[in-house]
């Protein structure tokens, strides 16, 4: 019996310790977005004055103000926000129709073409990028947002096998008993298959979004002109020019403004990431 | 043949947008490196002329060149053993206080930078790391340490770039980790510490070997992070310097192209690449993919 409780108080003097280093590690990794929330809000003389700040001080929106005097934010974020819901439809739009075929179709080359697109998983883009940009300046589509959209749609192999490994998971009844209804190959599509993975395909577009939200290399390559920039882009552009980084209050305004709208893809999304990785 | 499989023309016709997409995007751009490597663009004239192996050449001559290779194996070696083995420790944390109020805001808050932009990572750490008046800086002084010059000291920059990255970065893994050991049946575990079974060896014979296909997909896509978008952090962080001490091959690629318009050359940096990638992968596969035991 002795032996037990002394198991027991050693269990929870292992629990109190996991939570203090648990405690510790968050603190840590949140202490800078902490810090540039506070600073996006706080007057940025008293930013240069005493960096440090858990909280904002004389709370104000200048900073905002100020950096969109600098630079057209707002453009940057709405060109973001554009560029992300196309990046993300447009692989969904090629994915799951891919995958369907690829799970429930025939044709003796379904393998080979399965291979050949969840391949690309592991190809860097750093591997495309020059020829791209090539095709890009000879098509005159320099400084365009498609030039920065389309090419970055075709990252698709891992959408691929995810929505397939999903719909392979699908009982096999639920399609036959569809087809003796007289429901075709695409009707399955339509009526079977999409409402049931549905619950899956808002964790890959808000993963797909955050992809595109964070595309740096090629939109420097191809958003030459400041009004055409996204904000991830743009950011590099903000903190440059500054020199001596000393309007810290307008930069961490802009990135907060980065952040926002990838914290409310992922809060909307939350359950289903949950329910999508729970089974891998 | 309509029943519940699709016929070969309608799964073609299903699969073909995304065959055709892969193919011009991603399959096309990799043969035209080939020979981009062997050409020389000419900007005023927009022309090319073939230039043999001139460009691997320069390449190989360059010193640039072997610092940025260089420093990519270091990213390599310090961030994949960093981001892989960091996350299964904290999820192994989390598991093991599972069920406590406090464990999702853990979660949440050690999940937090994930969302955050590689260069936007870079410009939230800038202030933060201010040789002059940065806040690091004032903690170090509170403490009684020297101040440090952090991203401009050229023997800690490479450091702080790898710090903000796996800043960044690990959260994704960590998500990936827990979720993999959160379906590991918990009375195996139990009857492993009835058997005697302590901490690290309940993990290294229960958790490693089940979770193990989330291992490897984790293993080899943080490869891919850690070559790629590395870079935005590099940019905004150090633009490659001090002295070119934190630049990587895809960051030299990126100059040589846009910066300087010497596309062969940058050919060339990429084709370095793909093969250090193809390696790096083949490697894995061979003798890490092995020892997944798939349920």
């Known amino acids: 019996m002795r032996e037990v409780a002394a198991a027991e108080r050693r269990r929870r003097t292992a629990r109190l310790l996991v939570h203090g280093a648990l405690a510790i590690a968050s603190a840590a990794t949140l202490f800078p977005l902490v810090w540039m929330l506070a600073a996006a809000f706080t007057p940025n003389d008293l930013i240069l004055a005493r960096p440090f700040r858990l909280w904002p001080e004389q709370a104000t929106l200048a900073n905002f103000a100020a950096a969109?005097?600098?630079?057209?934010?707002?453009?940057?974020?709405?060109?973001?926000?554009?560029a992300a819901a196309a990046v993300t439809a447009g692989k969904l739009a090629l994915s799951l129709p891919a995958a369907y075929a690829f799970a429930r179709g025939r044709h003796r080359w379904r393998d080979a073409a399965f291979g050949f697109v969840i391949v690309t998983m592991a190809f860097p883009t750093v591997?495309?990028?020059v020829p791209t940009y090539l095709a890009v300046v000879r098509l005159g589509l320099v400084d365009t947002l498609p030039a920065l959209i389309v090419p970055s749609i075709p990252y698709i192999g891992f959408y691929v096998f995810f929505f397939r490994q999903a719909m392979k998971a699908l009982p096999p009844e639920m399609f036959e008993a569809a087809s003796l209804d007289g429901a075709g190959f695409l009707r399955q599509f339509v009526d079977i298959a999409l409402p049931n993975v549905a619950h899956v395909v808002p964790a890959l577009a808000a993963f797909a979004f955050l992809g595109a939200w964070n595309i740096f290399l090629w939109g420097q390559l191809t958003l030459a002109s400041v009004?055409?920039?996204?904000?991830?882009?743009?950011?590099?552009?903000?903190?440059?020019?500054?020199?001596?980084?000393?309007?810290?209050?307008?930069?961490?305004?802009?990135?907060?403004l980065a952040i926002l709208p990838v914290l409310v893809v992922f809060l909307v999304a939350r359950r289903s990431i949950e329910r999508a990785f729970a089974n891998r | 043949m309509r029943g519940a499989?699709?016929?070969?023309?309608?799964?073609?016709g299903l699969v073909a947008p995304a065959f055709f997409a892969v193919a011009v995007f991603l399959y096309l751009p990799i043969a035209a490196s080939g020979l981009l490597a062997v050409l020389d663009y000419h900007p005023a004239t927009r022309a090319f002329s073939y230039a043999g192996l001139a460009n691997i050449e320069a390449v190989w001559r360059d010193p640039a060149f072997r610092v940025a290779a260089w420093n990519t194996l270091v990213y390599c070696l310090v961030l994949v053993p960093a981001q892989v083995v960091v996350p299964l420790l904290l999820a192994l944390g989390l598991r093991e206080i599972a069920g406590s109020?406090?464990?999702?805001?853990?979660?949440?808050?050690?999940?937090?930078?994930?969302?955050?932009?590689?260069?936007?990572?870079?410009?939230?750490w800038l202030p933060l790391l201010n040789p002059i008046n940065g806040v690091l800086n004032e903690m170090l002084i509170a403490i009684g340490l020297p101040p440090s010059r952090w991203h401009t000291d050229a023997r800690a920059a490479l450091w702080v770039v790898c710090v903000v990255t796996f800043w960044k970065t690990f959260g994704l893994?960590?998500?990936?980790w827990y979720a993999a050991l959160m379906t590991i049946p918990r009375e195996q575990i139990e009857a492993a510490r009835i058997d005697g079974a302590g901490f690290f060896r309940r993990v290294r014979d229960i958790d490693i070997p089940l979770a193990s296909p989330t291992a490897f997909f984790?293993?080899?896509?943080?490869?891919?992070?850690?070559l790629d978008d590395i870079v935005g952090i590099i940019d905004v962080l150090t633009g490659g310097g001090p002295f070119e001490r934190t630049t990587n091959l895809p960051y030299l690629l990126w100059q040589k192209g846009l910066v300087?318009?010497?596309?062969?050359?940058?050919?060339?940096?990429?084709?370095?690449?793909?093969?250090?990638?193809?390696?790096?992968?083949?490697?894995?596969f061979r003798f890490v993919e092995r020892r997944v035991t798939y349920a």
Not at chain 1, 69 to 76: G, L, T, V
Not at chain 2, 105 to 113: G, K, R, S, T
Request: contains cysteine.
């Open chain 1, 68 to 82: 969109s005097e600098a630079y057209p934010i707002w453009r940057w974020l709405w060109n973001s926000l554009l």
């Open chain 1, 127 to 129: 591997m495309v990028i």
């Open chain 2, 260 to 284: 300087f318009f010497q596309f062969g050359q940058a050919s060339v940096v990429a084709l370095v690449t793909i093969a250090i990638v193809a390696l790096l992968t083949f490697v894995q």
């Open chain 2, 218 to 226: 984790i293993l080899v896509t943080t490869v891919f992070t850690t």
């Open chain 1, 227 to 256: 009004e055409n920039k996204t904000l991830a882009v743009g950011v590099a552009l903000f903190s440059d020019i500054e020199g001596a980084q000393s309007s810290w209050g307008p930069l961490m305004a802009v990135n907060s």
């Open chain 2, 101 to 124: 109020r406090l464990a999702p805001v853990y979660y949440a808050c050690l999940f937090a930078p994930t969302l955050v932009s590689f260069s936007v990572a870079g410009a939230v």
């Open chain 2, 173 to 176: 893994n960590l998500v990936l």
């Open chain 2, 5 to 12: 499989h699709g016929g070969s023309l309608q799964t073609a």
